[in-house]
């Protein structure tokens, strides 16, 4: 037996742990809905306390939610444990076995295309692209402003991810900030949640006989390979009237890799993993920036701070307008990172032990799922003070922070949206970009405000968690504003940040 995070005490056996009451066939997959999977395994954790196991149909789980034994088992990868094995599956038969799902000798391979793919577009070259987006961003909100409009943010933010991950693995900006109804977003938005209903499905029933929402599934993915087809074609042509040029996006860059002779990478790898980021690049981008929106909306006197950072590393620029810019923009990002500390969108991972081995200190036979719970530590006291309270500036870098004065605690490593390991997201710099920019940009120019009891806005799981709403309106800032001091709003709270 193979033994990893081991602890001095006697290992306890996997059938000991505390379980909830199970079916015989299904196990508790009819107590999980899809949507509320996560709200359901914390309330677990909470009920029965950690690691406890279910079933899911025939699969045995553990669930853990102690960072440490998180962070082993996610660093135990790719031999000690894979993806839950649900996924490669069902991700092959719906022709995206890219990257997110692939395992064993596949894996490596794929791993180094993708990064060099994404190394080649590195954000230098893509970055007028990015930039360009975030501007048309800027354009359709300062129209909404104008006009008093409520704006979806969920929606809001997803255009602006589809039409950035678009640009970047496809070359094809789909524009659909200007333009509806396009191909991808329609599509991608209905493969989504059936991928996750698929992954908890105790009875793989579409394999015998498809319903309607299988065929209509079907249909959808088809429109999404053709497009992907279609990329293809034109950057191969592309690359083959300018020989020697350099890539001049992710696709471009995967086919110069996947030509080679010998790659082995035939056209549906290459478009697995095409669709593999914008599958991993979107929902994921879009509800972070979401939630971020939910607790700006909630501080006036952040919002204040934060206009004052943006001007000052703006200055008369509407948008960051050089990749350099880039850096001074750290603290944008902290206002996500913060944001899903507090509302992860992605609240677990699901793992497979490929041996018998010992997590923390149980016994687990192979072939043993294990989930990850990430919310219970990101907001627990034992790893970040204050920890319910927002409080973006406790990520700045260098400095432990203290809330009002108690004893700082902030452990980053118990901060696991992006995973850890060899697998960790490879597009987390590609994130941190688009946060910044379209953060600084809003609290540049707008003030942000809910359109909507907060209390009213759900955790949706969809892959990864997305608020049920967020209708936010903004309000363009005065110009005297923009370049001085404003009050923070009668009632806002003092700003932690020392300003307001
Ligand atoms: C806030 C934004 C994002 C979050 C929270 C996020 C989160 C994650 C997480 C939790 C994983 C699993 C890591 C692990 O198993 O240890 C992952 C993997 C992955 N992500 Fe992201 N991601 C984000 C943005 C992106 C972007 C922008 C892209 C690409 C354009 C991307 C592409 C991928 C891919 C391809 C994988 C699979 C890596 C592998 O299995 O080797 N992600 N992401």
């Known amino acids: 037996m193979n033994t990893i995070a081991l602890t001095a005490a006697a290992p306890r056996r996997f059938a000991d742990l505390p379980s909830p009451r199970a079916l015989p066939v299904l196990g508790n997959a009819h107590q999980i809905q899809p949507a509320r999977m996560h709200l359901q395994l914390e309330q677990w954790a909470r009920e029965l306390g950690t690691p406890y196991r279910m079933r899911i149909g025939p699969l045995q789980v553990m669930v853990v939610d102690d960072p440490e034994v998180a962070q082993t088992v996610l660093r135990d990868r790719p031999s000690g444990l894979t993806r839950a094995s649900m996924f490669r599956p069902i991700f092959a038969e719906l022709g995206i076995d890219g990257l997110f799902s692939t395992e064993g000798d596949d894996w490596l391979p794929q791993r180094k295309l993708i990064m060099g793919s994404l190394a080649a577009s590195n954000f230098r070259g893509f970055f007028p692209t990015i930039r360009a987006i975030t501007e048309r961003l800027h354009r359709r909100w300062q129209r909404a402003a104008t006009a ?3 704006l979806e943010m969920t ?4 255009r602006f991810t589809v039409d950035v991950t678009s640009a970047l693995s496809f070359g094809d900006d789909p524009n659909t900030l200007e333009q509806s109804g396009h ?10 949640p059936a991928i996750m209903k698929r992954t908890l499905a105790p009875v793989p029933h579409w394999r015998w006989f498809k319903l309607p929402a299988d065929r209509r599934l079907d ?11 279609e990329c293809i074609a034109k950057a191969r042509a592309r690359l083959a ?8 996006n992710a696709l471009e860059a995967m086919l110069l890799q996947a030509d080679q002779p010998g790659s082995g990478f035939t056209d549906e790898v290459v478009v697995a993993n095409v669709l593999t980021l914008l599958l991993g690049g979107e929902d994921t981008t879009a509800h972070s920036l979401a939630w971020t929106m939910m607790y700006l909306a909630a501080d006036p006197a952040l919002q204040q701070h934060m206009h004052h950072a943006a001007m000052e590393a703006l200055g008369s620029e509407s948008v960051c307008t050089a990749h350099e810019g880039v850096r001074e923009l750290e603290v944008f990002e902290h206002l996500a990172t913060e944001a899903t500390r507090l509302r992860p969108v992605a609240p677990f991972l699901g793992l497979a032990a490929t041996r018998d081995m010992v997590i923390g200190e149980v016994e687990v036979p192979r072939g043993t799922q294990v989930m990850t719970l990430f919310r219970p530590a990101q907001i627990s006291p034992r790893h970040f003070s204050a920890p319910l309270r927002y409080d973006p500036m406790r990520w700045q870098r260098g400095r432990g922070h203290s809330g009002d004065g108690d004893a700082a605690v902030h452990d980053p490593r118990a901060y696991l949206q992006f995973g850890a390991g060899a697998r960790v997201c490879p597009g987390r710099h590609l994130a941190g970009v688009e946060m910044r ?3 600084s940009m809003l609290l540049k120019h707008f003030e942000v405000e809910l359109a909507c009891d907060p209390g009213e806005i759900d955790e949706v799981q969809n892959f990864t968690v997305t608020p049920s709403k967020m209708p936010v309106r903004l309000r363009l800032r005065q110009p005297a504003a923009q370049g001085g001091v404003r009050a923070a709003p009668a009632g806002a709270a003092r700003c932690p940040f020392g300003h307001g």
């Open 148 to 150: 008093g409009e409520v």
């Open 219 to 229: 249909r959808h993915l088809a429109a999404v390979h053709a497009y992907a087809h």
């Open 183 to 192: 191909v991808i977003q329609d599509h991608l938005a209905a493969i989504f």
């Open 155 to 158: 929606q809001e933010l997803i």
């Open 437 to 439: 920019l379209v953060l």
């Open 241 to 248: 009237a300018h020989p020697g040029a350099e890539p001049a």
